[in-house]
């Protein structure tokens, strides 16, 4: 039997491939993960308690992740996407529709296909920054008979908006609010936004994973102790998350936690500015957004495609490209890391950034749509692929999805148009991972 992934990864630690994407270890050099050993790799033994019950040691865990008092925490070790099924799935048979800001994940949209159910897209602002949905506007027509709001926040660019105003206005129209704060787990911390925690949203989930020291698919849900439909809430966890809970994942989120608690700002702010300056030195355009944590990086007459393969010339990953820019994620760098970082620096130097004149053109073929939309479940049996050219007046089967960030832009029941079929192009041409795309043809209804 071959071993293709075990050799690509031994590959990348034998490149000394050097991390500015997720996970928060940044390839475990960052926390302590190193405390955890693969003996700990246990099932539900006397002592060891039932995540589905939990009643000892587990739910003594679960209590120590107090980040506010008016909150319980739940272990996910499905990720973030089990906790965003199980809270709406917990509403499906509350009366009204769900409410949906525009760059919700595919998550949020494959739950509401679980639920058969309803939902209107609010109107999402687009930033002048990244060119990213940032916030949703949720006026008090579109609040008026509405089960739940789901919002993210941040967005996956590290921007953010005024959380706590939409949370009141939803509350004040008797709206419960689930925030997907997947890129937030290390929000409250010194010299970073505040947590969507401090506005007293229902149903908070937070990646631990993605910006904290722990290992991939350990997340934890919050849930405000006055939020309705708890206790289906809890029901369907268990639904969502195995029956054999990764005792090594939820061991790293203790330590992920106990991490983010002794955490100071003894080393990042200066790491950030030297890393920042030297992306500049290289001839690249830095973008600060609100998120320390996130730098969008990108140089006039570059696509973001182009930019992530110089990076990764020199064994440098990010996080993601887009048609303009990279988006990288850093570590949290702390006394005692092991974060490549001075050999980061060195990398960077190597890195050829050719003046190019202003009007070269560099493509965008992510058009957003801005406005309030309508989406509905629906239940497709028959489906065909058809070739880009042959899709004209189809029907979608399924939504297609670049990932990251997994943001749906064309959704399962729309008709394919003229402009949908050349946006498509665009994105095969430009080899763009497109999630439904595949080599030049997509599903769709077979009438």
Not at 221 to 231: M, R, T, V
Request: aromatic share 8%; charged share 20%.
């Amino acid at each position: 039997m071959t071993t293709p992934l075990y050799q690509r990864l031994q590959q990348y630690i034998n490149n000394e491939a050097i991390s500015l994407h997720v996970p928060g270890h940044k390839n475990n050099t960052i926390g302590q993960l190193d405390k955890l050993d693969w003996s700990m790799d246990m099932t539900e033994i006397t002592g060891l308690d039932d995540l589905h019950q939990p009643d000892d040691v587990l739910a003594q865990s679960m209590a120590g992740i107090h980040k506010h008092r008016d909150y319980q925490a739940y272990y996910l070790v499905n990720g973030t996407t089990s906790g965003i099924l199980a809270v709406m799935q917990a509403f499906q048979h509350v009366k009204g529709d769900y409410l949906l800001a525009r760059n919700a994940h595919k998550s949020v949209f494959n739950g509401l296909d679980l639920v058969e159910g309803q939902a209107e897209l609010a109107a999402t602002t687009v930033s002048t920054d990244t060119h990213q949905y940032v916030a949703p506007l949720f006026d008090q027509e579109r609040l008026q008979n509405k089960r739940l709001a789901v919002v993210t926040y941040p967005n996956y660019y590290g921007e953010t908006f005024d959380i706590a105003s939409l949370v009141n206005d939803a509350h004040q129209s008797g709206v419960p609010v689930l925030v997907d704060e997947a890129h937030g787990a290390h929000f409250g911390l010194e010299g970073f936004p505040d947590s969507a925690l401090q506005t007293g949203a229902d149903f908070v989930v937070q990646s631990y994973h993605k910006t904290l020291p722990t290992l991939t698919m350990g997340s934890i849900l919050f849930i405000h102790k006055d939020a309705p439909q708890k206790e289906a809430v809890e029901r369907y966890l268990t639904y969502y998350q195995s029956s054999s809970p990764s005792y090594i994942v939820m061991a790293s989120l203790e330590l992920g936690h106990a991490f983010y608690q002794k955490f100071h700002d003894t080393h990042f702010t200066c790491k950030r500015n030297r890393l920042i300056a030297a992306l500049r030195e290289c001839g690249l355009v830095v973008t600060e957004v609100a998120d320390p944590l996130k730098l969008v990086v990108c140089s006039r007459g570059y696509d973001g495609e182009t930019l992530q393969r110089l990076f990764e010339e020199q064994e440098i990953y990010c996080e993601l490209a887009d048609d303009q820019q990279v988006l990288l994620i850093l570590p949290l760098w702390h006394e005692g890391d092991t974060f490549p970082f001075e050999k980061l620096i060195e990398r960077l130097r190597h890195i050829q950034i050719e003046a190019r004149a202003s009007e070269t053109p560099v493509q965008d073929s992510m058009c957003l749509t801005r406005t309030h939309g309508y989406i509905a479940s629906q239940r497709i049996e028959e489906v065909k692929a058809v070739r880009l050219e042959d899709s004209l007046g189809c029907v979608l089967a399924e939504s297609l999805i670049p990932y990251p960030p997994g943001i749906p832009l064309m959704f399962k029941g729309e008709v394919v148009t003229t402009e949908m079929i050349e946006q498509l192009r665009q994105w095969s041409e430009r080899q763009l991972r497109v999630e439904g795309l595949r080599h030049d043809t997509i599903r769709v209804k077979d009438e």
